[in-house]
């Protein structure tokens, strides 16, 4: 990074294309879990490989603006993706199942703005540094 003003633009655009991800996320999930009866980690499930592909093209192409081979970059992307599954269904298996929090108000809201910062960070420094 150059300045702190890249480093500004550079969050700005990953948090974009985070929350068109997210609401790709987050509209599968609530879709199945409401009109289909899946359970919450069924359905997070589901909603967040809903996502995967809008977020990698979109970090590639416009927050990174990556030029590399997608053959190194996707597996890593792979990685932190995974990671952030992990992170996001045990938070549904914490919130949900032991803390009683509500699914649709109260768990998935909190889980999509606290697991995006693991990401980031991931992606930076190894995905696509």
């Not at 969050?11 to 609401?23: N, P, T």
């Not at 409401?34 to 590639?60: E, I, N, R």
């Amino acid at each position: 990074m150059k300045s702190y003003k890249d480093l500004l633009g550079l969050m700005i655009r990953y948090g974009l294309v985070g929350v068109v991800a997210s609401l790709v996320h987050a509209s599968i999930s609530l879709v199945l879990h409401k009109w289909f009866g899946l359970t919450p980690f069924m359905a997070h499930a589901c909603g967040f490989f809903g996502g995967l592909f809008t977020a990698y093209f979109g970090h590639y192409h416009y927050s990174f603006k990556d030029d590399g081979d997608h053959k190194s970059r996707f597996p890593k992307f792979l990685v932190t993706a995974l990671t952030g599954f992990a992170l996001h269904q045990g938070g549904v298996l914490l919130l949900v199942s032991y803390f009683h929090l509500d699914y649709s108000t109260q768990a998935l809201p909190l889980l999509m703005v606290s697991v995006p910062g693991a990401t980031f960070l991931m992606s930076k420094f190894w995905v696509f540094r």
